[in-house]
């Protein structure tokens, strides 16, 4: 199973297939084991830190521009194995890469608690998906399982995470977007402390 794989220059981790969301954009819901990124990555049973750091073991840390959680899942499900996994390497590599986690948001609704004092030390940049100007088109496009609840969720850990991590940044995909909606999201994320990437829509 793919644990960890590379893609231009960043080294991603796949550490779940748990996700709260159903994007409508989403390649998991059309068939696909993988994508663009790596061919398979549906997970026979989620990594143990153990089994993740001997996949990292296999790699030239120093040879990434980047470390990034990603994968086809939430990974914030597995925030402890995150932090564990991020500990470990920075003591066996005190010149690791900087880390970055890609995430919907929601690591606050789905453990219950503020995680964002979690990431203080251990992640340089968080990627949060926006996915809209409003809490309907977020709802439309994302169908998150809680609901508005997510959209609520998803800004406030946005405001709390700039506090802890030094960079942090939102994300919208540029699919049936007018430039006037791609405006509101920047407006918003600046807001929040974050700053707006424009992801490119990549088809089946």
């Given amino acids: 199973m793919t644990i960890t794989y590379e893609y231009e220059g960043a080294l991603y981790v796949n550490l779940t297939n748990r996700c709260d969301c159903a994007c409508v954009f989403c ?11 790596a061919d398979d990555l549906w997970l026979e049973h989620e990594p143990t830190v153990e089994e993740a750091l001997a996949d990292f073991a296999r790699r030239d840390l120093l040879s990434y521009r980047e470390i990034v959680f990603c994968g086809f ?13 991020v500990d470990a390497l920075k003591a066996a590599c005190p010149a ?16 219950g608690r503020d995680v964002t004092p979690e990431l203080a030390g251990r992640i340089d940049t968080v990627s949060v998906s926006l996915n809209g100007s409003s809490a309907e088109e977020y709802l439309a496009v994302t169908q998150p399982r809680d609901g508005a ?4 969720a998803m800004l406030d850990f946005t ?8 960079k942090v940044v939102m994300t919208v995909v540029d699919k049936d977007k007018t430039p006037g909606e791609i405006q ?16 490119a829509y990549i088809p089946d």
């Fill in 149 to 152: 609840a997510a959209w609520e």
């Fill in 159 to 166: 405001r709390k995470a700039a506090r802890q991590v030094p």
């Fill in 184 to 199: 509101r999201c920047r407006d918003l994320a600046q807001s929040l402390g974050a700053t707006l990437r424009v992801r």
């Fill in 96 to 111: 690791l890469p900087p880390v970055r986690i890609n995430t919907n948001g929601h690591g606050n609704l789905i453990h």
């Fill in 73 to 85: 899942g939430e990974p914030i499900y597995r925030l402890d194995a995150i932090c564990a996994i």
């Fill in 27 to 37: 390649l998991r819901h059309n068939g696909h084991k993988g994508s663009i990124y």
